[in-house]
């Protein structure tokens, strides 16, 4: 299984906690009032509207509260926010890109630095592990919506480029700039997506021991726990055994 999707078994678990909830719907808002200031608010006529609502949906967040996120856009009085990436390192060289939405770039750039360095790791310049990252679009199903030949077969007429299935459910991987059509097809063949979402995904990976992870799990939640952090992804890899420590 790929880093990246190791990381999601490891988020699914810590998003049962309430608090840590509360901090991803306020994000997931933030994602949506900043798509509807960019373009259109209307999530027909804006992908990345439309992407920013299907991920907040799929995370459980009530209509009321993304309605809200549109109107603030809608109205004016929206803060003006800049989008900017980090790239750094973590336990035993683990690549680490963190992905802000700020008002204040010397406050996010002083706190990310900072993080880096309480937690053992080190913030590199802008470029310095991007090299071992993809940026694709990610779609996934649970299981229930069929078995993998079926999913296979949907994804290639969709235009994906790579399905990943396990007893999990389906991840299906396309192109960036085909994250918008591939997942309206899909949903027309499968229906709803569990998860639709532009994602770095990890062409070189690093293999961490138990104690690493540990330290790159504490590194990365202190990151997330900064309100201008919306994502954080990593390159590492662990086995099953290691994993199931966690």
Known sequence: ?????????????????????????????????????????????????????????????????????????????????????????????????????????????????????KNGGNLGETGSVGFMFDRKGEITYGISVGDADTVMMAAIEAGAEDVESSEEGHTIICADTDLNDVSNALEAELGETDSTKLIWKPTISTELGLEDMQKLMKLVDALEDDDDVQRVTTNFDASDEVMAQL
């Open 1 to 117: 299984m790929a880093g990246h999707s190791k990381w999601a078994n490891i988020q699914h678990r810590k998003g049962r906690q309430d608090g840590i909830r509360s901090k991803l719907f306020s994000k997931l808002s933030k994602e949506i009032t900043v798509a509807a200031k960019m373009g259109d608010p209307d999530v027909d006529k804006n992908p990345r509207l439309r992407l920013a609502v299907k991920e907040a949906k799929s995370n459980s967040v009530p209509k009321d509260v993304i309605d809200r996120a549109i109107k603030k856009a809608i109205g004016g009085d929206a803060e003006t926010y800049d989008e900017i990436r980090y790239e750094g390192y973590g336990p035993n060289g683990v690549a680490v890109i963190v992905e802000t939405m700020t008002d204040n770039k010397n406050r996010t750039a002083s706190t990310v630095r900072s993080t880096f360095t």
